[in-house]
T-cell receptor
Framework: GAGVSQSPSNKVTEKGKDVELRCDPI?????LYWYRQSLGQGLEFLIY????????KSGLPSDRFSAERTGGSVSTLTIQRTQQEDSAVYLC???????????????FGAGTRLSVL | SQKIEQNSEALNIQEGKTATLTCNYT??????LQWYRQDPGRGPVFLLL?????KEKRKERLKVTFDTTLKQSLFHITASQPADSATYLC??????????FGTGTQLKVEL
């Protein structure tokens, strides 16, 4: 597709359930990022994938959060045993992450709005 | 750690005026700074990038300045229109291909 695609657009779950959020980046983009945005807050970095390198997981808030990127393309963010404080919009972005002029301009999906009841 | 400050209060201006948004940062000196626009229910959209050795960058009605001494970037929209109403985020390159985003400033352009 032309842009970054995220699914589902909305997810309502019960506390304690596991959820999976999907991100399909722009074709050819080597870098993929996950962010969390709570109401009225900025973007909180969660995890970053770059090519075949080990992901930068420094932003994951707890071990209930994990992510994988298969074949250097689609990524899945998994939240286990969801808590009410996990409710937020989860945004995915991809970039070329090159040293050229367009270095690290990030292209975002529309996000997944997660509501934990 | 890096701290980025954007005015958390919404900025209301009249159509046709120039809107000026501020982004201040502490500690680390980024190699470049980016501005994004975010509309409700959507992800941020890239607008402009300015490097540390550039004082000013323009794109149509948009202008960004970057003062590395003051550790500040200003984002200007001239001849503002109601369609410019959105939240504007600044983002700093912290190295390693990661960006740190500010909390954003909501702009409302009124008729």
């Amino acid at each position: 597709g032309a842009g970054v695609s995220q699914s589902p657009s909305n997810k309502v779950t019960e506390k304690g359930k596991d959820v999976e959020l999907r991100c399909d980046p722009i074709s050819g983009h080597t870098a993929l990022y996950w962010y969390r945005q709570s109401l009225g807050q900025g973007l909180e970095f969660l995890i970053y994938f770059q090519g075949n390198s080990a992901p930068d997981k420094s932003g994951l808030p707890s071990d209930r959060f994990s992510a994988e990127r298969t074949g250097g393309s689609v990524s899945t963010l998994t939240i286990q045993r969801t808590q009410q404080e996990d409710s937020a919009v989860y945004l995915c972005a991809s970039s070329l992450a090159s040293q050229a002029l367009a270095k690290n301009i990030q292209y975002f999906g529309a996000g997944t709005r997660l509501s934990v009841l | 750690s890096q701290k980025i400050e954007q005015n958390s209060e919404a900025l209301n201006i009249q159509e046709g005026k120039t809107a000026t948004l501020t982004c201040n940062y502490t500690n680390y000196s980024p190699a470049y700074l980016q501005w994004y626009r975010q509309d409700p229910g959507r992800g941020p959209v890239f607008l402009l990038l300015i490097r540390e050795n550039e004082k000013e960058k323009r794109k149509e009605r948009l202008k960004v300045t970057f003062d590395t001494t003051l550790k500040q970037s200003l984002f200007h929209i001239t001849a503002s229109q109601p369609a410019d109403s959105a939240t504007y985020l600044c983002a700093l390159d912290m190295g390693g291909n990661k960006l740190t985003f500010g909390t954003g400033t909501q702009l409302k352009v009124e008729l």
